[in-house]
């Protein structure tokens, strides 16, 4: 089942020509999920051929206007295209009242229902699950609180060897447990291994996101081992000082947490409009992490 990252907007701040604002979409085993929504990104969407009717859950990560001034515009569209679903919108405190006011001013009704979940920026916690997936939250360090997002799969079942469980005459009631990775005792007092009988599951994949934030060790924990890391490195170490005083990281900085979280990739973004490319942010965080490259506006990262 697919897992990809389609980058909406990969600049900081200010829109520019190749860089729109903040905003990811998420496909995960057929779950869909927008991550920040900055100006314009319903644009990216239609440009880039995302369907965003079938978008379920929103994240924000914190209430900077280049994370979330798109959303009401793609709410007010989705309305418009006819849609009726739910939908689910995490995000920080007073978001809520943000959008429903601008609705409300505009003389604008929606025809679908808006589910609001309220982070504070500071308590880590299972967002979402299903039978497929967890969406997780943990805290960042900005200068208003922020959330940064976990996406991964739940553990897969194990794969039956059907020509030896059906050699060995055993009862379906066996299957359940086998496929959940548990040993049988049946009525003979026999203990059967469901490695007998089973092949492993695939690994499980993963892909984190840390928005706007200083270099912050507290979220190795969150994001150990993910198959993709995306870190914003909205300066080069030529403006650390910047960086420091606006709460901000460096290409420097996001390569020691993806080494120190033992990250498959990472990926930069959050670039600041003074650089007309990414090429020093690459440059400066290959000599602390080799797998790196620096996101464009349109990129697709398939998690194999």
């Not at 009631?173 to 007092?189: C, R, S, Y």
């Not at 979220?219 to 993910?226: E, L, S, Y």
């Not at 973004?269 to 003074?274: C, P, T």
């Given at each position: 089942m697919?897992?990809?990252v ?7 701040a200010?829109p ?5 604002p903040?905003?990811?979409y998420i ?6 999920i ?6 314009g990104?319903?644009?990216?969407m239609?440009k880039?051929g995302v ?13 900077h206007?280049d994370?979330?001034?798109g ?23 007073g ?8 609705l409300?001013i505009?003389?604008?009704k929606l025809?679908?229902s ?9 308590t880590?916690?299972l ?16 200068r ?7 996406i991964?799969?739940k ?5 039956l ?6 050699a ?12 959940n ?6 009525e003979?007092g026999?203990t ?7 092949t492993p ?8 996101f840390?928005?706007?934030?200083a270099?912050?060790e ?7 081992n ?9 300066f ?13 990281s460096?290409?420097i ?6 080494k ?17 490319n990414g ?12 797998n790196?490259?620096v996101?464009?506006d ?5 998690i194999?």
């Amino acid at each position: 089942m697919n897992f990809t990252v389609t980058i909406l907007g990969s600049g900081a701040a200010l829109p520019t020509f190749s860089r729109n604002p903040t905003s990811q979409y998420i496909e995960c085993n057929n779950r869909h999920i927008l991550i920040d929504c900055g100006e314009g990104t319903q644009m990216q969407m239609r440009k880039f051929g995302v369907k965003f009717q079938r978008i379920s859950h929103i994240l924000i990560s914190h209430l900077h206007g280049d994370h979330f001034f798109g959303l009401v515009g793609l709410l007010s569209t989705m309305h418009l295209l006819g849609r009726d679903q739910g939908i689910t919108i995490y995000g920080p405190i007073g978001l809520e009242q943000i959008i429903k006011s601008q609705l409300e001013i505009a003389g604008s009704k929606l025809d679908f229902s808006l589910n609001f979940i309220a982070l504070d920026g500071k308590t880590p916690s299972l967002l979402f699950e299903d039978k497929l997936i967890e969406i997780h939250t943990f805290a960042l360090k900005h200068r208003i609180p922020t959330n940064g997002f976990l996406i991964k799969e739940k553990r897969k079942e194990f794969s039956l060897l059907a020509d030896v469980f059906n050699a060995e005459g055993l009862s379906l009631t066996f299957i359940p447990k086998f496929k959940n990775g548990e040993d049988v005792i049946d009525e003979k007092g026999i203990t059967h291994h469901f490695e007998d009988y089973t092949t492993p599951p695939p690994p499980t994949r993963s892909y984190a996101f840390c928005s706007d934030t200083a270099y912050l060790e507290k979220v190795i924990p969150f994001i150990q081992n993910a198959d993709l890391l995306y870190h914003e490195a909205t300066f080069t170490e030529i403006h650390r000082s910047r960086a420091k005083a606006t709460f901000h990281s460096t290409a420097i900085d996001a390569a020691n947490i993806a080494k120190k979280a033992n990250v498959k990739k990472l990926i930069l973004g959050h670039l600041s409009a003074r650089f007309e490319n990414g090429n020093e942010h690459t440059k400066e965080a290959k000599t602390i992490f080799e797998n790196v490259e620096v996101v464009e506006d349109g990129n697709v990262y398939e998690i194999i």
